[in-house]
Structures are given as structure tokens and as C-alpha cells.
């Protein structure tokens, strides 16, 4: 269970259980560490009383808005039927309901995260070197620290270079930083900032993204013991938005 900041993909926390424990027991564990000056979003398949109790007790009101909205174009998952959006931001001129539903929109960004640690991150053929319980939980958290350390060092070249996170490629980043530390291992500490700067600047250069394409994909599966729909063979060519999802939220 992850409890992850969009805009930099940058984890905050983070379990590990067995399988059959139900997913609300991380989710508690993982508030722990939210702090008064988030916003927390959270699926529809986490809701629950105690969590909304828990989070409010970490500086949050618990009086609630709800936002009902539509999208209007035909390609995006869900169109024509209304959603519903609840939310403690209750002040529509702090944070509009446009504003809300696409950062709630942001949040399918957590898939790109757990591709980047189980995909790009491991190069070992196997699943996990280690065949211990305890060694397993060592492993993952050296990857999520890992990752966090890509991730802060590819928000700070963004920063410099006034760019959006997202245009830079975590992959490239990756490669930059790995191939690096040989140069830190072998210089004094005093060329380490040189060293540093030049690294920031590496992780930009060949590393710009082209702005992300629009995509949508139906809600479909390939088993029939499931509340989604199965797949069929129009759904293999799904049509790709025309505009922008924020673009295609309409308010009734």
C-alpha cells in the first residue's frame, strides 16, 4: 500500500502485507503519515467512516462537499454517467469543483510509480533475491528508498529548469544517477558539488518528454467473475480522447 504524492510520483509511505489482509488495514497504516497541509485522495473502494475519522483528527474538518459531474467526451471511460466526488475542501473559491475533480483525476498516476519500482528499478530476472520473509521486507524498502532518491534528485533538476516533474524521463534519470556514483566514490568530498550540479544538469539533457499523449481505456477485464464488463474485440481499438480530460468535465 502506497500513500504518494502526484505531482512528483514521490512516495511517503508505504506497507507490505500478505495477500488475503484487506487493503483498508495499509491504507490506516499509511495515514500516519499525513500532515494538516495535504490533500488526501483516496478511492471509492476505500471509503470508510473511520478513515475519514482518522484523517480529520490530523487537522481536518469533517464537514463535506459533494460534487456531482459528468464528462462529455464519448472516449473517456465513464462518459455520460454521473460522478460523484466527495470532498472536506468545502470553500469554492479556494478550490473549485474543476479544480478538485482533476486532481482527483491525477491520481491513476500512482500506476507510472509502481511501474517505475517493479519494472525499470529491478533488473534481476527473479521477482526478489531474497527468500526470507525478513529479507523480502529489506529488499522492497531498499528499492522505495532508492526510488525516493531518484525522484528528489529528478524534482530538483525540474526546479532548476522550471520544468513540470513529469517531463522528465524517470528511466534516463536512472541511468544518469547509476552511472554517477562511480564519479562520487573516486573525487574528494570538496568536488562533490561540481559533481552534483553536473548530475542535475545530465538528468535534463536527453531526458525531456514529449508532453504525455491523451489516453483512455475502457473498463473491461478478460474474466467473467467480475463487476467490470468483459472484453470484447471493439474494446482492443478504443478511440483516443480529442481534448484534455479537465476540458471534458461538465457540472450539472
Known amino acids: 500500500m502506497y500513500l504518494a504524492e502526484c505531482g512528483t510520483h514521490a512516495i511517503v ?111 534481476s530476472e527473479r521477482p526478489l533475491r531474497s527468500r526470507k520473509p525478513l529479507g523480502v521486507i529489506q529488499e522492497l524498502y531498499g528499492l522505495l528508498i532508492a526510488h525516493d532518491a531518484i525522484r528528489f534528485l529528478r524534482h530538483e533538476a525540474a526546479l532548476q529548469h522550471e520544468l513540470d516533474p513529469d517531463r522528465l524521463s524517470f528511466v534516463h534519470a536512472l541511468e544518469v544517477i547509476r552511472d554517477a556514483i562511480a564519479d562520487f566514490q573516486m573525487v574528494r568530498a570538496e568536488e562533490w558539488p561540481r559533481l552534483y550540479q553536473r548530475l542535475l544538469e545530465d538528468i535534463v539533457a536527453g531526458g525531456k518528454l514529449p508532453k504525455r499523449r491523451r489516453r483512455s481505456n475502457p473498463r473491461v477485464v478478460k474474466r467473467e467473475m467480475s463487476k467490470w464488463r468483459l472484453k470484447r474485440p471493439e474494446h482492443n481499438r478504443w478511440p483516443k480522447p480529442t481534448r484534455p480530460f479537465c476540458e471534458a468535465v461538465a457540472f450539472s
Open 13 to 123: 509511505d508505504a506497507g507490505f502485507w500478505p495477500c488475503h489482509p484487506s487493503e483498508r488495514l495499509g491504507a490506516f497504516r499509511v495515514l500516519r503519515s499525513v500532515t494538516s497541509d495535504m490533500l488526501v485522495m483516496w478511492d471509492r473502494g476505500l471509503r470508510d467512516f473511520d478513515m475519514l475519522m482518522e484523517v480529520g483528527q490530523r487537522g481536518e474538518h469533517l464537514v463535506v462537499r459533494l460534487i456531482e459531474y459528468t464528462l462529455t467526451a464519448p472516449a473517456l471511460t465513464g462518459y455520460g454517467e454521473v460522478h460523484r466526488l466527495v470532498t472536506t475542501r468545502l470553500d469554492p473559491r479556494v478550490a473549485s469543483a474543476l479544480e478538485l475533480v482533476c486532481a482527483d483525476h491525477e491520481r491513476w498516476k500512482i500506476e507510472l510509480l509502481i511501474d517505475e519500482t517493479d519494472t525499470h528499478q529491478r533488473l
